[in-house]
């Protein structure tokens, strides 16, 4: 952040077109955003001051060097990040921050985008929880989303190098051991004990990862891999601005909506569950996608076990967690546990 000079932030923002010609940043202003909770990037708030006297601000993100850091490096997060902004931001329906620079570094994985700065957007609270209602709105923007790529082989073939399948080598090979390296963590650091459903699902995890990759890889779409309401704005028109691209991936949309469901909406129960799989699916039908609830609520049954890997592995950045991250990355793993039995999902594992 020290080269971040207000001669470096003028040539971006005015070939972004975000400064007239002849405008000039005179000085700059940074500020940790976010900090505390987990991220695997970090994140500045850039506010500027313009030679006139306009003042303006930017987010600034770039790599992190903390305990996922090496996590990152092996999954490409970061270069998954830079390549939505640069192709398809703007491309899909979906709306997120403008961007006025997505660089990454061709000898390393260090990365930084620039990018709109949402401060007068309402953010949801994940630790606080999204009410039943609350999601709703998420789920039909991600219905629009998922429907984008949803079955189209050469829209997806096209995209396959950069944002991979779900059931990925690395997906197969890595994971197994950062769900086991997470899930000894979280249980360092639970205040009691998880509940039947969990233990059973954490359990039998890994040796249930290539069946919850085969489940979760057709219908093929585009999936955001990190749709939480952490990650979620709302503006006062009611739309929903989405952030964090660093977990996209090819696989089955319904995927998105468990892993939101199960780790962001607070006390769900069986009958909210099957509502909000039958709300995505109503939504898909709108937009001319196909998608049987029967189908559906199975897969998002598979999903919401899945997603548990996420929530443990967070586990892991726990020494450079605040209070509130601390709190926030148990309780993803309470909430997933409380979805996996009120959803039953456990069935599904004989």
Known sequence: MDDLTPQWLTTVLATSGALAAGQRIASVERRPLASGVGLTSDLFRVSYRLE???RGSVVVKLAADNELRS????????????DFYRRLA???????PRVH???QDEGSTDFVLVLEDLRCLTGCDQLAGLGVDGSEVAIDAAARFHAWGWQQPS???????RFPSI???LTRTMYPTYFEAGWASYRCRAAREPGPALRAVAEGWVDALPSFLD?????ATLCHGDYRADNLFLDADGSLVVIDFQLVHQGCGISDIAYLVSQSVEGASLEDHRALVRRYCQALERLGVAYPFAEAWCQYRVGVMFNLVTAVVTTLSWP???????????????????????????????
């Open 167 to 169: 059931r990925n080598e």
């Open 215 to 219: 489940a979760l890889a057709q219908p």
């Open 101 to 103: 620079l997505a660089l």
């Open 52 to 54: 006139t006297g306009e």
């Open 71 to 82: 996590t990152v490096d092996t999954l490409e997060l970061y270069r998954r990040e830079v």
């Open 90 to 96: 703007g491309r899909v329906p979906l709306r997120t």
């Open 155 to 161: 829209r997806l073939a096209e995209l396959e190098s």
């Open 320 to 350: 450079s967690l605040d209070d509130r991250g601390r709190r926030l990355v148990l309780r993803l793993v309470e909430r997933a546990g409380e979805a996996i039995e009120a959803t039953k999902a456990t069935s599904l594992l004989a």
